[in-house]
Each structure stands twice: as structure tokens, then as C-alpha cells.
């Protein structure tokens, strides 16, 4: 079994900053990416940004220069600071590993439960 669990959403003011951490744990082999994706209210699911096992990280346009991902493979965690925060970030943070579980077979995705970001005054 594994589990990806998120923590550190909230409300902010804009112009303010969270940071969001990410742990995926269980019976992982090895983690490829991990990333952050996020549901705004009637919206699809978007990336926001991902890691690879390397330290490669990719961005959405809209929180280029804003956001910043970091990851522990020692630990499995992922984390992502957001800075200088604007409403339309608001929306629900997914957290996402593309891992191979201990019983075998290709590498799968697994999601958290997501956390709630709320940037409003």
C-alpha cells in the first residue's frame, strides 16, 4: 500500500506566501516525479509544477518566478513554496508521485486527498 499524504494549505492575504510539503510513503521501490497539480472551482486540473528524480523541474507559466519546487529523495517529499501569492491561485493542491510500488509493474500515479489554498483579504 501506498499512501501520498499533503499538508500546509490555508488562507493568505495576496502578496503573501505558503509553503505546501508532500510525503508519499508505504511499499515504494523508487519515485520518478513527484509534482503539484490544482483544482480551482470550475476548473480542470492543472499542473502547477513537477520534479523528477534528477532535480528537474518544470513550471506552469502562471506561477513562473512565484512558486518554487523542491524534493528529498531520501525522504520521498516534495514541497512547494509559493510567494507573492494572487487570488487566482486559489484552488484545491494535489500532490502527486509517479512511483514503482514494491510488488512490481510499470510505475503508477498516486494522489493525495489535496489541500485547500485560499489567497483572498
Not at 499533503?6 to 510525503?23: D, I, K, W
Not at 517529499?77 to 512490481?104: F, H, I, Q, R
Amino acid at each position: 500500500q501506498v499512501q501520498v499524504v499533503e499538508s500546509g494549505g490555508g488562507l493568505v492575504q495576496p502578496g503573501g506566501s505558503l509553503r505546501l510539503s508532500c510525503t508519499a510513503s508505504g511499499s515504494i521501490q523508487s519515485i520518478n516525479a513527484m509534482g503539484w497539480y490544482r483544482r480551482a472551482p470550475g476548473a480542470q486540473r492543472e499542473l502547477v509544477a513537477r520534479i523528477t528524480h534528477n532535480g528537474r523541474s518544470n513550471y506552469a507559466d502562471s506561477v513562473k518566478g512565484r512558486f518554487t519546487i523542491s524534493r528529498d529523495n531520501a525522504k520521498n517529499t516534495v514541497s512547494l513554496l509559493m510567494n507573492s501569492l494572487k487570488p487566482e491561485d486559489t484552488a484545491v493542491y494535489y500532490c502527486n508521485a509517479d512511483l514503482y510500488p514494491t510488488w512490481g509493474g510499470p510505475s503508477s500515479d498516486y494522489w493525495g486527498q489535496g489541500t485547500q489554498v485560499t489567497v483572498s483579504s
